[in-house]
């Protein structure tokens, strides 16, 4: 595992967050903050709120109460009874501050792998397109990817996708990256290439929070480890630690299984 620095400034505040669909409370009052710099991984069985808990800080849904802060910029805090988000030019700022890759790729079909990586840079972020095809050319290059510019996702093996997801995630050089279950899609020998992937991304000192059934990975690539089950965070530590050791017996009971 590589050493961090700078991690005396939180990237990622998460203070209290509830989320509920209907009457299924998803979320019941989490609380975590990432350090720059640093590896988070989230383990815990299908269900226990891990997806929800990424989708509520990357504004795919929207917490019932709590508070998130990314890149020292509020997204939403409650006031009183009422939880309000940040105005939309501010959102568009936060947003520009992670990146987030999904289990399933989430790759426009229709768009060229260039243009998957290079479309946001381009009409979000307003860069000219000779800038943006400089910034894909190196980050292809960086995923083993260069002779695949041109194709399209459908003629790519899930790795590739999943690798070409990670490039596009990137590419707006964001202070935080989300992976939802990375690999839960691919086979053992692309697995391998994706995490390959990660573990360089986090000897580069690339802050993470991971959501992951890999508990090997987990142990040896992350600084830290949370344990959610039932909405709630059951325990975290240390990543050898936790995985080796856990505390509480409802970590003990999932990690047997491993």
């Known amino acids: 595992m590589a050493d961090k620095e700078n991690t005396d400034e939180n990237i990622l505040i998460i203070d209290n967050i509830r989320k509920a669909f209907d009457d299924l409370e998803v979320l019941k009052g989490i609380s975590l903050t990432v350090a720059r710099g640093e590896v988070v991984a989230v383990i815990g069985p299908s269900g226990g709120g891990k997806s929800t808990l990424l989708r509520c800080a990357t504004t795919l849904e929207k917490i019932d109460s709590g508070k998130i802060v990314i890149g020292g910029q509020t997204l939403c805090d409650t006031v009183g009874s009422k939880t309000v988000y940040a105005d939309k030019h501010s959102l568009l700022d936060i947003r520009s501050k992670f990146g987030l890759v999904f289990q399933n790729f989430n790759l426009f079909p229709h768009f060229s792998v260039r243009r998957n990586i290079t479309e946001a840079l381009i009409h979000v972020h307003k860069q000219p397109k000779a800038e943006a ?16 510019a041109d194709y399209f ?13 990670i490039a596009r995630a990137l590419a707006g050089n964001p202070e935080i990256i989300f992976f939802d279950e990375p690999t839960s899609a691919l086979d053992p020998e692309l697995t391998k290439g994706v995490l390959s992937v990660i573990r360089e991304l986090a000897a580069e000192n690339m802050t993470m929070v991971i959501v992951t059934h890999e508990m090997s990975f987990a142990r040896d690539v992350a600084d830290r480890i949370v344990f959610m089950d039932g909405g709630v965070i059951v325990e975290e530590g240390p990543a050898y630690d936790l995985v080796t050791n856990p505390k509480a017996q409802r970590t003990k009971e999932f990690l047997a299984g491993y």
């Not at 400089?134 to 260069?146: E, T």
């Not at 996702?153 to 790795?159: D, M, R, W």
């Open 153 to 165: 996702p459908c003629n790519l093996s899930g790795g590739q996708q999943q690798r070409v997801s």
């Open 133 to 148: 095809d400089a910034v894909c050319d190196a980050l292809l290059a960086k995923m083993d990817l260069s002779d695949k």
